[in-house]
């Protein structure tokens, strides 16, 4: 019944009436690179910032981070929730990182597509309450971190975007994308968002329930802990146990599929036309600058 | 294609042309202790009245009265819809009554559990047109006998919530509770009302799509009455190999799993956390009384 | 991973940008019986008009002419998109031609619905973008070839109604319909439209999300034409992988089950009771007139 890939044994209860097993100030930190974690003890939740300017782009060694990261908080008793969020201005993150998908060896690509695999595995499976609080424009793998959380929150600033906008680069969303966002935003709006690779303004996301609730930007960080502080009023296992029955056919399909993912990613990317496609959509972006 | 659990045979046409094979009264009626079963022959419409104060709480007995009465009207050629109402003022059904659960045998537990099991299976899987005209609160497996009719009409009283509770007691929704909820009102709407165990008042049910339709309190029998007629207005064995088609992969998962889902039942519930957390729960109803 | 019964290669970026690989008038057109094709080789985009009075119900001849029409279109590189409406006034297409279904050997029922089986398999696999021009009612099969393109634009005209109301006439939809159904409108929704039989006015079909949106009669086409020039700003091949993603399930499910389906179908259109209520429908129809 538990979560896969989650060691951390369920929590009964509320985590915060329990007493300290060391004692630590109410608020702990720890940083790498690219992701700065706070934990405030005294709620049990935690706050991930995305710091890797200038557009927090999902390269391996970010994987690598947020994965570390997480599995640190789920592994720490004091910990009960995760709220997402950008230290970067105007950008939540902006997906894979393109270079790591392009002029490299197969055993590249396939150590950072294993790397994004495992980073929704954690993710949409934590036994943690997660709070996406979407502070940015999140195109393609920034919106499967979104969808992968419990609950999303978005600046309504029109100008910031969210949507898996794979199809717009020639590329395509992996099964289990287009699975989350089924599981968010039924099959009908997924169909067409992901053929037409719709990025949608945030009023438009909140439309079609790509994200739950629009607040504006100086509220968010306080609505996206009233939030998590709702979810965390329920007892631990009742609600991770609920989580896992929901979630569970969609991990355990990647799960059951995961070399074959693999290679599927390898040979698609290895493609010529690919490639070209690819480094033409970063000459572009190059010249926005 | 015939639903499960069901030996009547599919009634062509609307039986109500039928010449009754028996002179009888035009209308007929049961009641058992908890329930009040009244049949209007010249509509063919059944109504079910809960009738077990003070919440119409499902204990072994009601769901033994609930399964014989709905047998009885599946069989009865003169009956082709029920309408589920309570004669309780404000509350359709408490749930699962606690006291079945708690400081009960093993023997007890699997008793109790595949008689929840059969109420659903007899009801989701009904050959006749079932409407839930829901004069009153209906928490857990209140609702879930809502949700396993065709239609639902609430009243649009504020005060009366609805939905799927169970996390706030500190347990898990089953499988095939998730799975009905999940047919009515979407992946999304179900994972998160789930987890956070949410009671809506009926006019937020209503947005959601948890219930059809909302009626001021002195409108609902005749609306249900209205709405019962409607669906009766098509060909039986054409709306009931519909339905069928519609429910089978749910019903089905439920038959193919039936033991195991009691051993787990059994299993949970024996947990002294459970256990405990159940008498909690009780204790803080009688304080409330 | 690319669509079945789709033996076209699948093309890179626009086709539009291809020279021609023959000296082609801007326009070709090709007309049968039943339904007019005409292929404007400057946006790639093909118009399948039907034209087979009074109500261009879907009998053997039509449905092989659809289909070898869209093979001629999937197997011509200038032809990316195709928009399907109809030439006669006030109805798109009627749905099943009853006449087939009803007094014929069992041999003509297997031929029949195997055509009706190809029509689905290759229009909702199809490689283009398929856009509805809905530009009248759209009853029963007339609904599902609308279900089964990428998009469905309709006249805003409340006169015009759209559905699967196969109950109303005593028949069950096949479960390739409700898949195709439940795809586009949810689960809920299909339910109890399919249970119903419901043939919804524009208005209300648009509101369930029946169809994509609505428009006055003299702006469908430009309508059409815009809404399939953005599907196709999207790099073919991108598109149809997810495309395909998205529908391969419920493809191969009928796929995998076609024998099957074809004997359910005989068996259930044989029994004299479904012969005695077609006969009575279509006597009905006639007296309308």
Request: aromatic share 8%; net charge positive.
């Amino acid at each position: 019944g538990v979560l896969p890939l989650c060691s951390r044994p369920p929590v009964w209860g509320r985590a915060v009436r329990q007493p300290p097993s060391l004692l630590l100030a109410p608020c702990r930190a720890f940083s790498n690179n690219k992701i700065l974690v706070e934990l405030d003890e005294s709620s049990g939740v935690a706050t991930m910032k995305f710091k890797s300017p200038p557009v927090n782009s999902l390269s391996l060694d970010f994987l690598t981070e947020f994965c570390i990261s997480l599995e640190k908080l789920e592994n720490d008793r004091a910990c009960r929730g995760v709220i997402f969020t950008s230290a970067v201005p105007r950008i939540f993150s902006s997906g894979l990182d393109i270079t790591e998908m392009c002029g490299k060896s197969t055993e590249h690509y396939a150590e950072f597509w294993r790397a994004v695999q495992e980073m929704w595995l954690r993710l949409y499976g934590s036994n943690m309450v997660t709070v996406a609080a979407v502070n940015g424009s999140s195109p393609a793998g920034g919106c499967l971190i979104a969808l992968s959380c419990d609950y999303r929150i978005m600046v309504e600033n029109p100008k910031f975007n969210i949507g898996l906008n794979e199809a717009q680069l020639g590329i395509v969303a992996p099964f289990w994308f287009k699975d989350t966002f089924v599981n968010v935003v039924g099959h009908r709006v997924a169909e067409r968002s992901l053929q037409l690779g719709s990025l949608l303004p945030a009023p438009e996301a909140h439309k079609v329930g790509l994200v739950d609730e629009l607040v504006p930007e100086e509220k968010l960080q306080e609505k996206a802990a009233a939030v998590t502080a709702q979810w965390l009023a329920l007892p631990d296992h009742a609600r991770q146990l609920t989580k896992s029955m929901m979630r569970k056919a969609v991990l355990d399909r990647l799960v059951a599929h995961r070399e074959e993912d693999i290679q599927n990613f390898i040979s698609f990317i290895s493609k010529e036309s690919i490639q070209k496609s690819l480094r033409m959509y970063m000459e572009m972006l190059k010249k926005k600058k």
